[in-house]
């Protein structure tokens, strides 16, 4: 296949619509489920989509021999939302190819483009040698951006079916341009929902305001108490599980490509503001937190509207590392807020998605090979070995359920916007994942 | 005319979606200024419309004769936005005539049906009698709820058209069904809109998270400083100003039907709570505070979105008493938000509408005249003196500007959820309203 064909796929995939948490796309994953299925069949695989009870699962596989090793290829093809949709610079599900080979849509990086470029590896290895160096199985859901609620219940449905020696996964980050990376941890996530409701209506603010708390207030009190002065998080009983940061790690982060002065300009913050004792980047990759990924209440049009609103909505998130339990820690923070919360209002919090931390030890045989693949994948550069911030919940899964440890060789360069408006993907990643997929499975299967 | 005509008029006045604050409803408003001009001529006195840099202002007179005293009608044809639309149970400008001649209407009650009530009484006294017994002044706008921001430049420019002894406004509400109420005192208000800014763009909270400021975060714990643990307003010197409360009041107030159980049917809110050492009823009247009326940022859509996101705003008011000033209390809330913004992100505080608290001595010979009419209009009790908790910020320019006092007549019930969903006026109130201000232009012409 030339490199255009290669573009025309991706762009192809890229125009679906796949945003998983929204229900009214529901036919758009359906729709690029079977795309991919198609893809896969044309490529020489033999492909299968599952439904689920909620977006389809697809799997892909060569023909297996006895005897040789087997690795599952996961990735996703759900995307996250665009809004705000004003802040695109071009249409999220009309690809733009710019300069510099540089492509611009939803799902670009995360995870059209990653894993699509080892379906093409794969294709490529078939169309020269008539088969893949091992057995081969894709794993590619529809759900990872709300948390994978039905991929565990799939993995324990279809274990003997998955059954392999390694999971290898491009859904991470790469330290630089051209600089191979393994990702050897991620942190968990825990999800939480919380409303305060207080009147059964909107109120006008001066004929009520002073005898009635006001839903707003009191939920941006009772989420104010979250932290202390310093930054950290202060819900009783959160860190005690929290392994510390080992020297060696300390050491070799900080001789990576990663400055404040970077992190400062990819993030376009005024300043850094990292707990005190750790680096930004070691609060990334290796600090737990709380965060406020939304808070609404009352009214927020053009002007003024002077109401106490009946309610008011919070959307929070747990950012965990080894050994924090997601299911502790949920269990912590709703016992937090219905301790901080007043009377006078009612109190709602409902557990979201959750997954834990994962660490991998860089030193073991598939790491191994995953660094020499790297290595001649992006040569030149010895393979960084990084944590990632983000979480991917199903990595701890493949272990609980399949046993096995996965291989996290990521794409997605530090400016790729994910989960932003303009995500990108460049050309040049696309083309060497490719590559990297053919020489991963070679490496696998020495 | 009949009463079927008096209801088509007021059914045709509020089809007009006549909200100041929304830009896109610019035409509507000049509708409806026109309508109510046209209305006034046909009732037999000269109109004009004043363009105004915002929405016109109506007025109408009758002709004046000199030794006559002049009352000037205040009120206002513009209303508040209708959101969340999908708690009407109709539609909120075609107005339904319900069980017991309830009207369901946006501006049903606050203000169309009030003014209205005035205008059909001149119409009716001029119909009968070929004159007012005054000289009387109509001066409807259209910008009450958005603060009023063109009027007091409006009274200065028209200062000696509109010269006049004393300001009649029917734009508050009755303590009850059938018993006239004499409003004097009201809160004064302070707006104040507020940003957090932080990234330049919505970031991954997992691989961002930890290392950058979150700006919901932040404007959540900044709003938290508002108020301490107890209720009571936090900013330093907001109570310096604040004038007790008298006791014939307090034991005044505690005689009227207006029971902690009435307010909480009322709000519907699981409890009060009202500050340490006063009832809600005085909070509400005669207490100051901090309201949130807004507050977004971040994902607010179905299931989750992990970012950090790049902003947060609030909406905050202040409900002021005599004698705080609205200036003083807006730089101070300013002073303290920014003494409490930590480093990290950026902090924009923007000066909304204002208007000071208003209070008249029941006992001046204008109020007597108006008590005489209240008595006349709902015979049978005795009215009562209230004060209010919203806001009329023209109050206090009427005695800055004009130099004279202003009556309050409100016809608005308790339930009639203005500002909130399913706004209602009733029949009766209406038809009372009709009456009242014929005995009321007789009683202040004696």
């Known amino acids: ?228 002065a310093g930054g950290r998080v202060a819900i009783s009983g959160f860190y005690d599980d929290v392994a510390p940061l080992a020297q060696w790690e300390r050491d070799a982060w900080s001789k990576l490509p990663l400055t404040d002065t970077g992190l400062l300009k990819l993030t376009g913050a005024p300043a850094l503001a990292p707990e005190q004792g750790y680096t930004a980047l070691e609060c990334t990759w290796g600090r737990p937190t709380a965060e406020l990924n939304g808070l609404h209440g009352g009214y927020q049009g053009e002007g003024s509207k002077t109401v106490i609103p009946a309610d008011a909505h919070a959307k929070l998130s747990f950012r965990l590392v080894p050994d924090q339990q997601p299911g502790k820690i949920l269990s912590l923070a709703a016992a937090h807020l219905r301790k901080h919360c007043p009377s006078g209002v009612t109190l709602t919090v409902t557990p979201g998605h959750s997954g834990a931390a994962y660490l991998l030890d860089p030193a073991a045989p598939f790491a191994q090979a995953a660094r020499r693949a790297l290595t001649l994948a992006f040569p030149g550069k010895a393979p960084a070995l990084v944590r990632e911030g983000g979480s991917i919940p199903i990595v701890s899964d493949f272990k609980k359920i399949l046993g096995v440890d996965t291989l996290l060789l990521g794409l997605a360069l530090p400016d790729a916007r994910i989960h932003s408006p303009n995500e990108t993907f460049t050309v040049e990643n696309f083309e060497a994942g490719i590559r990297l997929n053919q020489i991963l499975l070679r490496e696998l299967a020495r």
């Open 1 to 228: 296949m030339t490199r255009q064909q290669h573009l025309d796929d991706l762009f192809a995939f890229l125009r679906i619509p796949s945003i998983s948490t929204d229900s009214a796309r529901r036919d758009d994953l359906q729709r690029c489920a079977s795309w991919l299925a198609e893809k896969f069949t044309v490529s020489g695989l033999r492909a299968k989509l599952h439904q689920t009870p909620g977006h389809p699962v697809v799997t892909a596989r060569n023909r297996h021999r006895a005897g040789r090793r087997t690795v599952l290829i996961y990735g996703h093809y759900d995307v996250q939302p665009v809004d705000p949709l004003t802040l695109w610079r071009s249409d999220p599900f009309e690809p733009a190819l710019g300069a510099g080979g540089v492509i611009t849509a939803r799902g670009a990086t995360d995870n059209k483009g990653q894993i699509l470029a080892h379906l093409l590896g794969a294709a490529e290895s078939i169309a020269a040698d008539g088969d893949l160096p091992l057995n081969v199985i894709f794993l590619v859901e529809g759900e990872e951006e709300i948390g994978s609620p039905h991929l565990a219940e799939f993995l324990r449905a279809h274990r003997a079916d998955l059954a392999c020696d390694v999971v290898a996964i491009s859904d991470t980050g790469m330290i630089e341009p051209g600089r191979g990376t393994l990702t050897y941890g991620l942190r968990g996530i825990a999800c939480l929902e919380v409303t305060v409701s207080g009147p059964d209506k909107d109120l006008h603010s001066g004929l009520f305001g002073g005898a009635v708390a006001n839903p707003l207030t009191v939920i941006a009190r009772l989420v104010a108490t979250l932290h202390d």
